[in-house]
């Protein structure tokens, strides 16, 4: 069974950056021959898809230039950097893979 695990979230002043990561376990073929995305959720709201990378390390898709994705295949890894963070980029942040969540992590950004 897949497991992801979101990390690198915590307390940002508006202006900073942040790189998150997603380590995933379980599978290294589903890790390495899929594509990997990158959600957001606040309370009330829907998840937003915020990026996408493919299982040939491609960016897909990016909802905003102020993020970029990346994975190390070597490290069952997959990285979300986000710079120029606004306090309305407070959220929870996931990683899919295979229709499978982490438990997400929390950005919280201060203005």
């Known amino acids: 069974q897949v497991h992801l695990m979101e990390s690198g979230g915590g307390w940002v002043r508006a202006g900073g950056s942040v790189r998150l990561a997603c380590v995933v376990s379980g599978s290294e073929t589903l890790f390495r021959l899929n594509d990997i995305h990158w959600y957001r959720q606040g309370p009330g709201n829907q998840r937003e898809l915020l990026a996408t990378?493919?299982?040939?390390?491609s960016t897909l898709f990016v909802s905003s230039p102020r993020f970029t994705i990346s994975r190390d295949n070597a490290k069952n890894t997959v990285y979300l950097q986000i710079e120029s963070l606004k306090p309305e980029d407070t959220n929870v942040y996931y990683c899919n893979l295979n229709n499978e969540w982490g438990l997400g992590t929390q950005v919280t950004v201060s203005s």
């Open positions: 990378v493919s299982a040939g390390g």
